[in-house]
């Protein structure tokens, strides 16, 4: 089971016209694994009135080594579709770190 539990639901009135809105769904799923180990998943969707619709997958891994060494892995996956070509992509992400905090 999830230990923490995030949603949001988005709608806004912007500048370009008195009719746009933009429309941002998103979830975040947190776990402790284990005593050491935390999971995250995030997903989201945003959409506008120019056509453009992103999608965001994310996973978050963290490993606390000891108390003060922090392994931190993360995989992303990013889509935008559009009706502007410079706004047209996807994208993968994988990002490594190792921390190390000082007392």
Known sequence: M????????KTTLTTRRATARDWRFG??????VGPK????????YDSSDDGTQ???GRVDVGYNITNTLLL???YQYQQSDSDFFGLNYRENLMF??????FE
């Open 54 to 56: 992103q999608w965001l």
């Open 37 to 44: 180990t935390s999971v995250q998943l995030t997903g989201q």
């Open 72 to 74: 931190h892995l993360v």
């Open 2 to 9: 999830p230990t923490r539990t995030a949603f949001a639901w």
């Open 96 to 101: 490594l770190s190792l921390t190390k905090y």
């Open 27 to 32: 979830i975040r799923l947190n776990w402790d």
